[in-house]
């Protein structure tokens, strides 16, 4: 599956280190959940998750609401020289939108 994703991408040096960094990070948060599972057991684990994941979502709710209606920013999304550029916009009618 490496070598697919590698032969598909620009950068494949820079990507198989992404990639393997990314994979040793997720190793050791695997160890740590089993710990904190352990400890805390599998019941108040999920309650504190999905407290977590509600806390985030009032959080973004909020910061989404404060985007004026009017708001239009375009910016360059990627940083290898390609034009390609999103416009990003917030309005009264769908809400925020990437196009």
């Known amino acids: 599956m490496l070598a697919l994703i590698l032969r598909n991408v620009r950068t494949p040096a820079e990507r198989r280190g992404d990639l ?3 994979m040793a990070a997720h190793r050791v948060g ?3 959940l089993k710990e904190i599972v352990s400890r805390y057991g599998l ?3 999920l309650r504190y998750a999905h407290g977590l994941l509600a806390y985030a979502e009032r959080l973004t709710r909020a ?3 404060r ?7 375009r910016d360059e999304m990627d940083d290898d020289g390609s034009p390609n550029r999103r ?3 917030a309005g009264e009618q769908g809400g925020p939108r990437i196009e």
């Not at 985007?67 to 920013?73: S, Y």
């Open 63 to 65: 910061a989404i609401a």
């Open 30 to 32: 695997e160890q740590r």
């Open 43 to 45: 019941g108040e684990t």
């Open 67 to 73: 985007i004026p209606p009017d708001l239009c920013i």
């Open 87 to 89: 416009k990003v916009a």
């Open 20 to 22: 393997a960094a990314q």
